[in-house]
């Protein structure tokens, strides 16, 4: 079992920045593909950003590419996001996830462990 934790979310203005953190525990972190997903009111859940146990692959939606970036710190057993020049439509919450291994880390399909999600508001 993975226990995953975020924090770091709340209310921005557009423009400004977000840190996200994602605490695991349970299990070798090192191990893991840990993900980013968030899911707007009234949406479906969509990916934002993933990264391997090595951070040697990194992936990213498109509409955040340039934008945020997805690290991770495997001494910590922490997953971060940071989300610069942040837009409204970044409103939404966001869910880590960790995988155990997968072919399509875009996929939520693809994560067998999912924190409870932080909410992110950017205001206009």
């Known amino acids: 079992q993975v226990q995953l934790v975020e924090s770091g979310g709340g209310l921005v203005q557009a423009g400004g920045s977000l840190r996200l953190s994602c605490a695991a525990s349970g299990r070798t972190f090192s191990s893991l593909t840990m993900g980013w997903f968030r899911q707007a009111p009234g949406k479906e859940r969509e990916f934002v950003a993933a990264i391997s146990w090595s951070g040697g692959s990194i992936y990213y939606a498109d509409s955040v590419k340039g934008r945020f970036t997805i690290s991770r710190d495997n001494a910590k057993n922490t997953a971060y996001l940071q989300m610069n020049s942040l837009k409204p439509d970044d409103t939404a919450v966001y869910y880590c996830?960790?995988?155990?291994?997968?072919?399509?880390?875009?996929?939520?399909?693809?994560?067998?462990?999912w924190g409870q999600g932080t909410e992110v508001t950017v205001s206009s």
């Open positions: 996830a960790a995988s155990l291994g997968g072919s399509d880390y875009t996929r939520d399909y693809e994560y067998d462990y």
